[in-house]
């Protein structure tokens, strides 16, 4: 979880950079670059999380988890 947790921190500095952009009137070319980049770290966090999931559902670790619940929390993803 330690990587997910740092995209979603990266994620967070870079919509944090994407207000500040916004309210100080930046170039709009330089706003979306930045925004598509937190959406992209958001992503990814997500696929980990549910890549975690689906491995320990499949090993059996966790029993509350199902596969097809996790296979429509990854395509929701998609």
Avoid: H, W, Y
Wanted: glycine letters at 6%; hydrophobic letters at 45%; aromatic letters at 2%.
């Amino acid at each position: 979880m330690k990587p997910a947790i740092n995209r979603l921190k990266r994620a967070s500095g870079q919509l944090n950079a994407v207000v500040r952009m916004l309210e100080e009137g930046a170039d709009c070319k330089d706003v979306v670059t930045q925004l598509a980049a937190a959406s992209k770290a958001i992503d990814r966090a997500g696929f980990s999380i549910i890549a975690t999931g689906l491995e320990k559902c499949l090993a059996g670790e966790d029993p509350t988890a199902d596969r097809a619940d996790m296979e429509k929390l990854f395509l929701t993803l998609a």
